[in-house]
């Protein structure tokens, strides 16, 4: 099995001929890990796949696995990279059947698809490098380009279709080089160098600060053909390192099922912070209401003679905020006086 079958595999299989959904796959961080995928009649109990990726998943059962672990590395780092957002991500786990917030040309969505990418190319070096995938020890990273015919194209697949390669190249661009000294006692006189794979948490926070400064773009002709182009600048093509999107997202603020926004009700915030997880931006200036939680710690930890440390069980109890659901009457009065 080449890295080449690999890559055209995972493509065919993410890509689905160019349809533009390709994140429903995500849907198959659901599969119960009892299921043992060792037969092709297992294929049709996955959740999400169409018909092309039942027929991938019947020629290519042994690749499936690997798959199902790069949708749940994608849902998990959503979810972590964004627990500080008003959007958190959450909605992610809607797949295969999302809200308008990641149906839609978003900029949340221009992220999930960044990410996935990533995290594909990301699962097959790993998974090339431990041995998982057989005949595709050693050797460069796979990047998997993506080709499409672009007569035709509509702009969300435009859009999706760069933001992946964003994805694909943020990836990339992580390769880290790492170094270790060999020699007598450390004296450094033969180093040996190698390019590692950065852990995919590290890229996401990469594609979350692309996701912050993404640029809004419009389907618009130039020279012969339609491009997407930024809206707001003088004419210029979009750069290869940063999200595009085409569809303005809400505030997320309020809930409004119309627009994909769960609103931050209930949300917890930080008093003392001052980013996006502060009671002020979380909460949307609705204010937030206290509560006392517990939390357990271990303490009066002892060091015995020889090896080893007991520790003891304390609680404590500590000030948590939520955000508020609307503001209140009284703050709403005191505003107007
Ligand atoms: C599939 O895996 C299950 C569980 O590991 C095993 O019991 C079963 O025999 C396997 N079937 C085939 C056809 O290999
Ligand atoms: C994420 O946001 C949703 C909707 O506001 C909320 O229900 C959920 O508890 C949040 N998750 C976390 C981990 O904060
Ligand atoms: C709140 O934010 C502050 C400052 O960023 C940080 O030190 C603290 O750990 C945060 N608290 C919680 C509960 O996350
Ligand atoms: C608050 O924000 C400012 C500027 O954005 C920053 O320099 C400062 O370190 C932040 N303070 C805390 C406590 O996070």
């Known amino acids: 099995m080449t890295r080449q079958f690999l890559v055209a595999f995972f493509l065919a299989f993410v890509l689905q001929n160019g349809t533009c959904n390709g994140i429903k796959w995500l849907a198959l961080f659901k599969t119960p890990s009892v299921l043992a995928l060792n037969q092709t009649q297992h294929c049709k109990q996955l959740e999400g796949l169409v018909v092309s990726q039942v027929q991938l998943c019947r020629s290519n059962l042994e690749l499936m696995q690997t ?19 008003r959007w958190n991500c959450s909605s992610i786990e809607l797949a295969p059947n999302y809200l308008l917030d990641l149906e839609r040309g978003t900029r949340e969505s221009a992220f999930v698809y960044a990410l996935s990418a990533a995290a594909i190319s990301h699962t097959i070096a790993r998974a090339c490098t431990t041995g998982d995938l057989p005949g595709c020890s050693c050797g460069p990273i796979p990047d998997a380009p993506m080709k499409m015919k672009k007569s035709g194209s509509q702009a969300n697949k435009l859009m999706h279709l760069h933001n992946s ?25 033969i180093k040996t160098c190698w390019r590692g794979l950065q852990e995919l948490r590290d890229i996401a926070l990469d594609l979350k600060n692309k996701y912050l400064s993404a640029t809004k773009v419009v389907h618009r002709p130039m020279g012969t053909r339609k491009h997407l182009v930024p809206k707001d600048l003088d004419i210029r093509p979009v750069k290869e390192t940063e999200l595009v999107y085409l569809q303005s997202s809400p505030d997320f603020c309020m809930k409004n099922e119309k627009v994909g926004s769960h609103g931050t009700q209930d949300r917890q915030c930080n008093k003392t912070s001052n980013g996006s997880d502060s009671c002020d931006l979380m909460c949307c200036g609705r204010g937030y209401n206290p509560y006392m939680d517990k939390v357990v710690e271990r303490c009066h930890c002892k060091y015995h003679w020889c090896c080893y440390v007991t520790c003891k069980k304390c609680e404590r109890t500590v000030e948590r905020y939520v955000c508020k659901l609307e503001t209140s009457r009284f703050s709403d009065r005191r505003k107007a006086f």
């Open 67 to 85: 798959i199902i672990q790069a949708a749940r590395e994608v849902i998990k780092t959503c979810r972590k990279t964004f627990s500080d957002m």
């Open 165 to 189: 390669e964003v994805g694909r190249q943020a990836l990339k661009a992580s390769l880290e080089m790492k170094c270790k000294c060999h020699g007598v006692s450390g004296s450094c006189s």
